[in-house]
C-alpha cells in the first residue's frame, strides 16, 4: 500500500512558475513508477508526466514537454513536477499516481493523491 500527498499548488501568472511535490508513504515507493495527471472542470483527468522506478526515463504529454520536467528523489519518497512557463489552460486540480509502469494510461496507476490545484491567472 502506498499513500500520497500532493503540495505546491498555488495561483500563478501566466508565465510563473510552480514546484509541485508528491511525498509518498511505504518503503515501497522506489519500486513504483509515478506519473502526474491533471482534471481541469468538466473535463477527463489526462496525462501530463510519468518517470520509472529508478528515474532514468521520464515520458511528457506534447502540451507540457520542454515546459515541466518530473523527477524523483528515493531517498526522500517524493517525486516532482517543476512546472514552468505556465500557461491559463494548465489550469486544474494535479494528481500524483503510483503504478508499476510508466505509462500515460490513467486505469493502469495503482495509488493516487488526493490533488493539489494549480490556477493560472491571464
Known amino acids: 500500500q502506498v499513500q500520497l500527498v500532493e503540495s505546491g499548488g498555488g495561483l500563478v501568472q501566466a508565465g510563473g512558475s510552480l514546484r509541485l511535490s508528491c511525498a509518498a508513504s511505504g518503503r515501497t515507493f522506489r519500486s513504483y513508477a509515478m506519473g502526474w495527471f491533471r482534471q481541469a472542470p468538466g473535463k477527463e483527468r489526462e496525462f501530463v508526466a510519468a518517470?520509472?522506478?529508478?528515474?532514468?526515463?521520464?515520458y511528457y504529454a506534447d502540451s507540457v514537454k520542454g515546459r515541466f520536467t518530473i523527477s524523483r528523489d528515493n531517498a526522500k519518497n517524493t517525486v516532482y513536477l517543476q512546472m514552468n512557463s505556465l500557461k491559463p489552460e494548465d489550469t486544474a486540480v494535479y494528481y500524483c499516481?503510483?503504478?508499476?509502469?510508466?505509462?500515460?494510461?490513467?486505469?493502469?496507476?495503482?495509488?493516487w493523491g488526493q490533488g493539489t490545484q494549480v490556477t493560472v491567472s491571464s
Open positions: 499516481a503510483a503504478g508499476d509502469v510508466a505509462v500515460v494510461f490513467v486505469y493502469l496507476y495503482k495509488y
Open positions: 518517470i520509472n522506478w529508478s528515474g532514468d526515463s521520464t
